[in-house]
């Protein structure tokens, strides 16, 4: 191994760094997030450590340009270059999804994020396969916002690849919040002092001496650079450079002072390398040739060690760019960019050459704008809104007349709102409104004002706009009038209690009055408008019948793109009419669209509609996956959807630290936004749990709080059932009734088979003798009916409890087996402990299920258990769970050591223990 300089100061960073890489090589994986001001030496830690380990793991680096954060999937291209050649090797998902996002093919559909992500996952892992492999990204500050969320994404699930992947940046950004973080500091005094004297030959006074550290704050970059700007005079006379300039431009001035003796070839030919970020020698060479830069040019900057052409172009430090640049007039950097859109290929790179084409133009020119709209058109398809955007918000500024700078103002607009940029929405609007617009413009930009505003407010003034915007909209574009009518409404809706009843009329009746002709029509979209607005003015009873042809339409008619956005009330009118059939398909049903459309907006959504019905299925399993595939693409695209479904988890199987820790983040979080609706997800699922935990006078606590809220249907509806069992069970007759008559008034009038053995099973508890029996026998039948496991167990406990009750405990042990069956099956821990502890009420006792060696498994580790005694191949578990088949062949190992088996055809009988503990529900 070549000897390798130390780094003066550094140990502990080195040593951080160091086990990273070691670890690495032995099989495991992790993530670094190395952060601190320019100049202060992460550049050089990187050098170092990238020395050290050459001659033991593969290396993957890149530098990272400010210049290319417009261009979507930039940074992970460069990166990723070399690994393409596996790429065949991923699933097929996975291989189309980075290769449209690379440009590298075509496809209709946008690529989705998250499947971007688990494929640059599988090309590390590959690359990783015959060698440890470490990767690292400086000026991770300037990644495009696609590439640096598909590496935040890939980052956490690092497990046992064998990867070290290090990204170097100014400031820890907020995508990679969570990830490992190593902080790098200014050196200390003596460290530094040290620096000085190698930087400053002669010797130095201590005073001036400690006045240039302390202005340096220990800095090395500073500490070399600035001495050398300022020259052997002002040093020793200690005249340093002024410190009201912050003290990344104090060094970049610095650098610029010691490249101002250059010819001014050199320092155009040092622009033309800082505008070219790619580091292509061969384009470098091409572009300087079109603007008559000689050898000699090549050969001054060379000396004045400003910048290294090898089989890339290299600045001595990333600093030195940035400084050429931002230096540069406005006419030298107009020449330059002109010169690499003559050299840059219009059929293989044509976005490149479009953004150069567009930076070197002066006046508005619509040829460019136009190409530069065509850039938008394919960032578009490759998944890059941000970069649309920015491709349309510079068309826009070169297009010479207003109608199409209008157009393209607008839709750069919309495309920074979809990549999750409202204020940058909100900025381009206003500079719309100086336009003379047509009148399907002025509401195009209404539309995006309101929705915009909403997305950053969600105060009451985001419905009034999205209902003027939607109003505004109806004789110029009906079909998107209806699209904005639908979210007034759930705006206004989903506020519930907290929200304003005047608002939610006053959209609802708009919405009646501009669906006159719905029920002739018979599409799904209008039905389901028009019947949600009659629920909203005249109740359930006006509602029901169009709400009805709604869902059949929906179920029936074919699924379009469109339909996604109306997911939340097509899914809400099939939960308000007691259909879990219905739910089911259209659940699943947009969880396909979402996944073929690549629409990870709505997806979140999609799955969380399948986690509903999942749970109600009884697989709480596959509601725990759903869970898991939310958080991943909230990670990937910062949807701020609440964690209902981890909530919802916690309450079934009876985690009371867990749900209550949720129940209050959730609440809280719902009153700061105004959504009434969580604070009904808080009580529903604090009832769940304590009436599963026997804690009945708690649940009544809880679901109390929904009677005055139950015409809001949806949760609090189905609050009622909780707080009549447990108003029963503390003796509250008078409040069993009041919930009791209240669910009967949002039941009957349903009449589904699901609707009407809700509301036996309710009464059932109010009765006694042959009609309480035929009340709770009616239930179970018409939850069996169903298909829904989990009220079937919860009806036979009932039952049973009420047997035991009445001294009938032979009777009352034939619903307490199979009810402590089908709860221990569904994972209902809570509820069903209560079944053991009436079955011994009974003078039944249960074996007691002794948790073994499965007990010691991770939550990961079970996850992947489960997937594999279903049959799933590592590959198909890892997509499932996000993570690389290497990790999962990793932690099926340690299943198997754990649980004492060799074959994946054992993993049932071993699994088979994980029921109820005998006396702990509180996940434990």
């Not at 086990?19 to 601190?36: F, K, M, N, P, T």
């Not at 607008?410 to 500079?431: C, F, N």
């Not at 074919?558 to 259909?579: G, I, K, N, T």
């Not at 307490?816 to 079944?835: E, I, K, M, T, Y």
């Amino acid at each position: 191994m070549p000897r390798i300089a130390p780094l003066r100061g550094r140990r502990r960073e080195l040593a951080e760094l160091e086990a990273l890489v070691s670890r690495a090589r032995v099989g495991h994986s992790g993530a670094l997030i190395v952060s601190g001001e320019a100049g202060v030496g992460k550049t050089a830690l990187l050098d170092h450590i990238t020395a050290r380990a050459a001659a033991h793991v593969r290396t993957e680096r890149i530098v990272a340009s400010q210049s290319e954060m417009e261009l979507a999937y930039a940074g992970l291209q460069q990166l990723c270059g070399h690994m393409m050649g596996s790429a065949a090797r991923l699933p097929a998902p996975q291989q189309e999804a980075i290769e449209v996002a690379f440009g590298l093919r075509s496809a209709a559909a946008v690529p989705s994020p998250f499947l971007v992500g688990l494929a640059l996952l599988g090309l590390l892992t590959e690359a990783a396969e015959d060698r440890a492999l470490l990767c690292i990204v400086d000026d991770a500050q300037w990644l495009d916002q696609a590439s640096a969320r598909a590496l935040a994404f890939a980052a956490r699930r690092l497990d046992a690849e064998g990867i070290a992947l290090v990204l170097a940046m100014r400031q820890a950004d907020d995508v990679f919040a969570g990830l490992a973080h190593m902080v790098v500091e200014g050196l200390g005094h003596d460290d530094a002092s040290e620096l000085l004297r190698l930087a400053v030959p002669g010797g130095l006074d201590r005073r001036i001496r400690d006045q240039l550290i302390a202005e340096a704050r220990g800095n090395p970059l500073a500490l070399r650079e600035l001495p050398r700007a300022l020259g052997p005079a002002r040093v020793a006379g200690g005249f340093a450079l002024t410190g009201s300039l912050p003290l990344e431009n104090r060094i970049e001035q610095s650098l610029i002072v010691q490249l101002a003796p250059l010819p001014a070839s050199a320092r155009l030919l040092l622009l033309l390398a800082a505008a070219e970020p790619t580091g292509d020698p061969g384009l470098l060479w091409r572009a300087s040739a079109v603007l008559g830069l000689g050898p000699e040019a090549f050969e001054a900057a060379k000396d004045a060690e400003a910048f290294v052409v090898g089989t890339r172009v290299a600045f001595r430090h990333p600093l030195v760019r940035s400084a050429v640049y931002r230096a540069a007039s406005p006419g030298d950097r107009r020449r330059v960019h002109a010169a690499l859109a003559d050299v840059t290929s219009a059929e293989h790179d044509p976005d490149r050459r479009a953004w150069h084409r567009a930076s070197a133009m002066l006046y508005p020119d619509e040829e460019v704008a136009a190409d530069l709209e065509r850039s938008a058109v394919r960032a578009r398809t490759r998944g890059g809104a941000a970069a649309a955007g920015a491709f349309l918000e510079r068309a826009a500024e070169l297009t010479p007349s207003p109608f199409p700078r209008g157009q393209r103002l607008i839709a750069a607009a919309e495309a920074k709102h979809d990549a999750g940029a409202p204020g940058a929405a909100l900025r381009l609007l206003e500079y719309a409104r100086a336009l003379d617009l047509t009148a399907l413009q002025e509401a195009l930009v209404a539309r995006l004002r309101a929705r915009a505003g909403y997305a950053l407010r969600r105060d009451r003034s985001g419905v009034q706009q999205l209902l003027a915007a939607a109003q505004g909209l109806e004789g110029l574009d009906p079909a998107l009038a209806r699209d904005t009518y639908i979210e007034a409404l759930a705006a206004a809706t989903y506020g519930g209690r907290l929200g304003d009843a005047e608002q939610v009329a006053a959209v609802a009746h708009a919405i009646l009055r501009a669906t006159p002709a719905a029920e002739e029509t018979g599409r799904a979209r209008d039905l389901i408008l028009r019947g949600q607005a009659l629920l909203a003015t005249e109740g359930q009873d006006a509602a029901l019948a169009t709400l009805r042809r709604a869902q059949r339409a929906f179920l029936e008619q074919a699924p379009d793109f469109l339909e996604l956005h109306w997911v939340w009330f097509a899914s809400r009118a099939a939960q308000d009419l007691w259909d879990p059939a219905g739910l089911r398909a259209l659940a699943n049903r947009q969880v396909e669209v979402a996944r073929a459309e690549g629409v990870v907006t709505v997806l979140p959504i999609a799955l969380s509609l399948l986690m509903l019905v999942q749970m109600t299925d009884g697989d709480l399993d596959g509601a725990e996956a759903s869970c898991d595939e939310i958080d991943a693409i909230k990670e990937v695209t910062g949807n701020p959807l609440p964690q209902y479904g981890r909530l919802l988890l916690a309450a079934y199987r009876g985690r009371a630290a867990e749900a209550e820790r949720w129940a209050e983040q959730i609440r809280a979080d719902g009153r700061a936004r105004g959504e009434g609706h969580a604070l009904s997800a808080a009580n529903f699922s604090e009832a769940v749990l304590y009436n599963g935990l026997g804690r009945f006078a708690e649940a009544v606590a809880s679901s109390r709080r929904e009677l005055p809220f139950t015409h809001e249907l949806n949760l609090a509806m189905r609050t009622l059932l909780e707080l009549v069992e447990a108003a029963t069970h503390t003796g509250e007759r008078a409040l069993a009734e009041q919930a009791f008559e209240k669910l009967a008034r949002v039941t009957r009038p349903v009449g589904t088979t699901y609707a009407l053995a809700v509301l036996a099973m309710a009464e059932a508890q109010l009765r006694v003798g042959d009609e309480a029996e035929k009340l709770y026998r009616d239930a179970i039948k018409g939850f069996e009916h169903e298909r829904i496991p989990i009220w079937v167990g919860r009806c036979r406990l009932l039952y049973g409890e009420a047997l035991n009750r009445w001294g009938r405990y032979a009777d009352a042990r034939e619903q307490l087996r199979p009810a402590h069956q089908v709860l221990s099956d569904c994972g209902l821990n809570g509820f069903a402990q209560r079944a053991a502890d009436q079955l011994h009420v009974s003078g039944e006792t249960l074996r007691v299920r002794v948790r073994g060696s499965a007990a010691q498994l991770t939550d990961q580790e079970l996850n992947v258990a489960r997937l594999a005694r279903e049959g799933l191949t590592n590959r198909d578990i890892g997509a499932r769970l996000f993570i690389s088949a290497h990790t999962v062949e990793y932690h099926l190992r340690k299943v198997f050591a754990k649980l004492g088996i060799k074959r994946r055809t054992e993993l049932k009988t071993a699994l088979a223990e994980l029921g109820p503990a005998s006396r702990s529900v509180d996940g434990t």
